[in-house]
Nanobody, 130 residues
């Protein structure tokens, strides 16, 4: 077991940018062995899968609501996964979580399955003001 720690959230005006980071501590395998997904949950709403990247970084997936604005990438040497968020909108306001999965590490089409994700972070708040 290991912990995931998100960072980079904050308050930004609409149209602005933020970069979220997801790093692992205490992992015997290393985060580079896992697919990593970003999820968000706004007050009163269900958790939404935002983006996912395979362990190698070769495959990525995005929710329709963020395509063209968000980019997921990873630096396996640093064992960190990033979510670059541009052209932020007030509706992007949510707590953002990263999660890692070893079983589906090679693909990005299972991360919206409720069973996906063996390790989860505590979340980081993103607030976009209008």
């Amino acid at each position: 077991q290991f912990e995931l720690v998100e960072s980079g959230g904050g308050l930004v005006q609409a149209g602005g940018s933020l970069r979220l980071s997801c790093a692992a501590s205490g992992s015997t395998l290393g985060l580079d062995y896992y697919a990593v997904g970003w999820f968000r949950q706004a007050p009163g709403k269900e958790r939404e899968g935002v983006s996912c990247i395979s362990s190698s970084g070769a495959a990525t997936d995005y929710a329709d609501s963020v395509k063209g604005r968000f980019t997921i990438f990873r630096d396996n040497a640093k064992k960190t996964v990033y979510l670059e968020m541009n052209s932020l909108k007030p509706e992007d306001t949510a707590v953002y979580y990263c999660a890692a999965d070893l079983t589906y590490r090679s693909d990005t089409y299972n991360y919206r399955n409720p069973a996906w994700g063996t390790n989860w972070g505590q979340g980081t708040q993103v607030t976009v003001s209008s």
